[in-house]
């Protein structure tokens, strides 16, 4: 677990632990011949996918980014991409109970993402988080209403739909601040309503940009997942993100690094990208 200080908040990384995709799809047009140089994959050609979740701790408020796969995968899903499940007794071993938690922030409702919104009690999903208020952009949730044939297995109603109905979840409409130096901002390509969490203080920015660039080996505008609904969109929303990024140095959260859950995005002297731990 790692921890860091941005200003007067406070940032930890919480694993729900590593799952797997495979590396084709992971890495869009890439051939393996190049993306073998930065990840490893093995007989099956899985490479390991982190799923790392953020706690902001704030002088009011301990948010939670994003919740992981979960323990709610039906078999089938699990046996092909491992349910690890780990998010829990990781923020426990943070010394975070669930009940502390008054915010969550899902990115989009991909399955890997939002897994931990709710448990199972009693047969029915209830809210893994008690106290919390969620969010999640209202278009993220119009679309995993009815999704494509191409993502739709990757969105489980029991995940988001019982808190919208309970009015525990709330829907946002782009850009919009959820507390003081915590906010959100929409960037299409993975989905047309995914959004990053912005997390600023002192003076310092963090950005949460989940799938648009989910590891430091993505970092290459063209380096982009084959999951993306928007391929194009995804290298516009990267041109945008790292010319504001890279100047005024943000710290950059990975969503799926399975070794690096941050650090500053940089270009070397070639115009290469590189990221420096923080
Ligand atoms: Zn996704």
Same mark, same amino acid.
Request: glycine share 0%.
């Given at each position: 677990m790692q921890r860091l200080t941005l200003g007067d908040f406070e940032l930890i990384a919480v694993s729900d632990g590593a799952y797997?995709?495979?590396g084709g799809a992971f890495f869009g047009v890439i051939p393996k011949v190049m993306l073998s140089k930065k990840v *490893? *994959?093995?007989e099956n050609n899985y490479v390991p996918v982190g799923l790392n979740s953020i706690v902001v701790r704030t002088s009011d408020h301990t948010v939670l980014i994003e919740t992981g796969i979960g323990n709610k995968l039906p078999?089938? !899903?699990a046996k092909i991409y491992g349910q690890p499940a780990k998010l829990l007794e990781n923020l426990s071993a943070a010394g975070i109970a669930p009940e502390d938690i008054d915010i969550v922030i899902n990115s989009h409702l991909h399955f890997d993402h939002c897994g931990w919104n709710t448990v199972m009690r009693g047969g029915k999903p209830v809210a893994t988080f008690p106290k919390a208020k969620y969010y999640v952009q209202e278009g993220e949730w119009q679309y995993a209403?009815?999704?494509s044939e191409r993502d739709g297995v990757s969105y !489980? &109603?029991?995940?988001y739909d019982p808190l919208v109905a309970s009015g525990q979840m709330q829907l946002l409409r782009g850009e919009q601040e959820i507390v003081p130096g915590? *906010?959100?901002r929409?960037?299409?390509g993975h989905t047309q309503n995914m959004q990053a969490v912005m997390v600023r203080s002192g003076g310092k920015t963090a950005s949460y940009i989940s799938d648009f660039i989910p590891t430091s080996a993505h970092l290459d505008l063209n380096w982009v997942m084959a999951f993306d609904l928007f391929p194009l969109q995804s290298l516009e929303s990267r041109k945008k993100y790292y010319a504001e990024a890279i100047p005024q140095r943000?710290? &950059?959260m990975f969503t799926h690094d399975p070794k690096l859950p941050w650090g500053h995005v940089e270009k070397d002297e070639k115009g290469k990208m590189m990221v420096r731990g923080a």
């Open positions: 797997r995709l495979d *490893s *994959s093995d078999e089938k !899903m209403q009815r999704p !489980m &109603t029991d995940n915590i *906010s959100v929409v960037f299409p943000w710290l &950059t």
